[in-house]
């Protein structure tokens, strides 16, 4: 396999920068331009061209196979970063002719080939990376640390166990079969759909960590959204007027609200109007708010009726709270008043859903544990049969085992790698 190069840390000038270099002739390749210290070991040593000039002085630190992050030889170049010297020296490496410029993401590529992370881990590496809030972090470091595969290793294992149960049932079915067989297996299967099942009821509100909850401010015209939108952003994000259906269409602030990532929507005052344009963004703004995961409805009064049915996590808010007392909650966007208050609740309330333990945070992930979720239900109808019918409850298994090697990379999946991978910048 190739020895690859690339810049690991961002373009860009900056205080230290690193070029990483992986690959069988890792150690070798390096040698030509600085004497490499003892592996494990950083050592401050003059870099050179090849024709003896300086390059600069630099911290080198060198990795055994098995020991480093792609599972390679690696050699990393510590380099002052300026713009001139990070481009000499992967000029040098470009010239050498023992190596290449890596792909957009083969690092991590060959650290998944050579089992130093499994699909899912490099998955979360791809979170981590593009991770804005703490929530997304933290979730992003759940499966990064390995616990989604060995919940998938103890599942495997399990319905393995089944499987063999049901083949030697098959194989040797001309001889007396222990009755409590069939209970094991069925208990193995039956635990197993269990705790995949948990997994993807928590995983709903767990890919909403990632790409962002939605909160949707809905009301009639001149009641506020906008100023409340504004409020909430801290910056003029919506146009606001004494005159009615100025917000026409959906305006979206995402802010951190308490580690998660909202985004926040105005939408169009709710009334009957015989203007076009008016009437598209009032569709609109049913639309969005029948798919937020909260509404907050903006009212004048407590009594009046709301456009639509609230659900149990929305919030009804009178505005103008700056102006007269309320027992419930209210707001004024204006001087800010109960916006605080407003933004900790929907904070509680979204936090009380976010899961911290093991969850399934992509679709390829949630549609595979899905699909062996529905066989293993269909195996555990099989075992209940008089007789088992041995060969299709095995077959159920084994369609179970499919998918979920194709949750966690154990079959042949270079379609999905070529589109996970292709996300990854140079140097990762």
């Not at 390059?55 to 992050?69: K, N, Q, Y």
């Not at 001149?222 to 259906?245: E, M, P, Y």
């Not at 095995?394 to 996300?423: H, M, N, P, R, W």
Request: a negative charge; charged letters at 25%.
């Amino acid at each position: 396999m190739d020895t690859i190069f690339a810049q690991a840390t961002a373009s860009g000038r900056a205080g230290v920068s690193i070029i990483r270099l992986s690959g069988d002739q890792a150690f070798n390749i390096a040698s030509n331009y600085c004497k490499i210290p003892p592996v494990g070991r950083t050592g401050l040593r003059s870099v050179c061209a090849i024709d003896g000039a300086l390059i600069d002085r630099a911290l080198i630190l060198c990795f055994e196979a098995g020991a480093s992050f792609t599972g390679e030889r690696v050699v990393e170049f510590h380099v002052h970063g300026g713009l001139a010297t990070v481009a000499k020296l992967l000029s040098e490496l470009s010239n050498c002719g023992g190596c290449r410029l890596a792909d957009p993401g083969e690092f991590t590529r060959r650290a998944l080939e050579n089992g130093q992370l499994d699909l899912n881990q490099v998955e979360a590496l791809s979170d981590l990376i593009d991770a804005e809030t703490e929530s997304q972090r933290q979730q992003a470091i759940r499966v990064l640390d390995g616990s989604f595969g060995d919940a998938g290793e103890a599942w495997r294992g399990d319905l393995l166990r089944a499987a063999a149960l049901l083949e030697a049932s098959i194989d040797f079915s001309d001889e007396e079969i222990p009755e409590d067989l069939y209970v094991e297996v069925a208990g193995l299967v039956s635990q197993t759909q269990v705790s995949i099942g948990a997994i993807l009821e928590r995983s709903t509100v767990a890919s909403k960590i990632r790409s962002g909850f939605t909160v949707a401010i809905v009301g009639a015209p001149n009641v506020g959204k906008s100023t409340l939108l504004n409020a909430i952003a801290g910056r003029q994000a919506a146009i606001t007027s004494d005159v009615a259906g100025t917000t026409r269409d959906i305006i979206e602030v995402r802010v951190d609200l308490k580690g998660l990532a909202v985004t926040f929507l105005d939408t169009a005052g709710l009334r009957n109007s015989e203007d076009e344009i008016e009437k598209l963004g009032i569709s609109m703004a049913y639309d969005r708010s029948d798919t937020a995961d909260i509404r907050i409805f903006l009212v004048k009064s407590y009594e009046e009726d709301l456009p639509f049915l609230a659900r149990l996590d929305d919030f009804v808010v009178l505005n103008k709270g700056d102006q007269r007392p309320a027992d419930g909650l209210s707001v004024s966007g204006i001087t800010g008043v109960g916006v605080s208050e407003l933004l900790q609740m929907i904070a509680d309330k979204l936090l009380q859903k976010t899961p911290t333990d093991v969850v399934a945070i992509r679709e390829r992930q949630v549609a595979g544990l899905r699909a062996a979720e529905a066989s293993l239900v269909k195996t555990l109808k099989l075992t209940s049969q008089t007789p088992l019918p041995f060969e299709l409850a095995s077959q159920e298994l084994y369609f179970a085992l499919s998918e979920l090697d194709f949750v966690f990379g154990k079959i042949d999946i270079e379609s999905v790698l070529d589109e996970i991978f292709s996300s990854f910048c140079l140097g990762k």
